[in-house]
């Protein structure tokens, strides 16, 4: 396999770390947002959305999409497991993870935020305002869900990471990076940390990166 990444996408970031927890070691090459090198006409032909991650098969095939790798590596290397054995509860794992993923993420992407400077002149400090409150909203509703729910436990669902862990730590990392004020979720940052703990989770951090700046 080889991965298709760059440093600072939390996309890529959930990949790398369901990578490492399954203990595979795929090979990588490195795409710069920054620089557009997602827009050239190599990259483009791998991945004509030109976002990342991508993952490579070793048979030709490239998966896109964060969250289809993700169930990828869950169907192809079930052990050790991201998702719960109770259908209820993977459901439930689900949820957070596209809560992150589908809802919040997408809305702060590098594209997005480059069209609302690039395109419609919007300044620096109310694009930063634009990234910190879809955060917040984000992570408001989650936190009133995950302190609530017994099934919360040191992770996201239980006392072992799934998937909803996965999508919230690059997510943690995003916040941090804008300078976001935590303290209103103490739940999430609870769970960031007992993440971090782990070499899997550690390690995929975007400062431990080849191509990071």
């Keep these: 396999m080889r991965l298709y990444d760059y440093f600072r996408s939390s996309a890529a970031y959930r990949v790398r770390i369901a990578l490492n927890w399954k203990g595979l070691r795929p090979e990588r090459e490195f795409v710069h947002l920054r620089r557009g090198v997602q ?102 509703a989650l936190e009133r869900s995950l302190a609530r729910d017994p099934a919360t436990g040191r992770h996201c669902h239980g006392d072992v990471p799934t998937l909803a862990d996965v999508c919230l730590v690059p997510q943690i990392a995003n916040a941090r990076r804008v300078g976001m004020d935590l303290s209103p979720y103490p739940t999430l940052t609870r769970i960031e940390a007992e993440c971090l703990e782990l070499p899997a989770f550690a390690d995929a951090a975007p400062a431990r990166q080849p191509d990071a700046e």
């Design 39 to 140: 827009r050239q006409e190599g990259y483009r032909t791998l991945n004509p959305q030109g976002l990342v991650p991508a993952l490579a098969l070793d048979d030709g095939r490239v998966l896109t999409q964060s969250l289809a790798i993700l169930e990828f590596l869950e169907e192809t290397h079930p052990a050790p497991p991201l998702l719960p054995a109770a259908a209820a509860d993977r459901a439930r794992v689900r949820s957070i993870a596209l809560a992150i993923a589908c809802d919040i993420h997408p809305i702060d992407n590098l594209r997005v935020l480059d069209y609302l400077t690039g395109t419609l002149g919007v300044a620096a400090e109310a694009k930063d305002g634009w990234y910190r409150y879809w955060i917040d909203v984000g992570f408001e």
